[in-house]
């Protein structure tokens, strides 16, 4: 299996910013796209952005200009820089994985990001 630990979520002020950090051990072979979701309550899980192992991203339309994903392939950590939150950027933010081949899908924890009005 893969494990996907992440760190760096908290309560921030509207404007303010935050870095998710995701590192991924185990089985890491194959891993190819990996991603960020939110769940807001009351709302379904969204994709906020994606990056494949060749650094091509994607972002939901409300993020867009204002989130950064990357990664580390050396330190097998992926980011999420969230700059300029707002107060509908509030949920629990996961992380995700896809294996290539088998196409199993991974989830970390989750964490919570909070931003006050």
């Known amino acids: 299996q893969v494990q996907l630990v992440e760190s760096g979520g908290g309560l921030v002020q509207t404007g303010g910013s935050l870095r998710l950090s995701c590192a991924a051990s185990?089985?890491?072979?194959?891993?190819?796209?990996m991603g960020w979701y939110r769940q807001a309550p009351g709302k379904q899980r969204e994709l906020v952005a994606g990056i494949s192992s060749g650094g091509r991203t994607n972002y939901a339309d409300s993020v867009k200009g204002r989130f950064t994903i990357s990664r580390d392939n050396a330190k097998n950590t992926m980011y999420l820089q969230m700059n300029s939150l707002k107060p509908e950027d509030t949920a629990v933010y996961y992380c995700n994985a896809l294996r290539a081949g088998t196409r199993e899908t991974y989830w970390g924890q989750g964490t919570q990001v909070t931003v006050s009005s």
């Open positions: 185990g089985s890491i072979f194959s891993i190819n796209a």
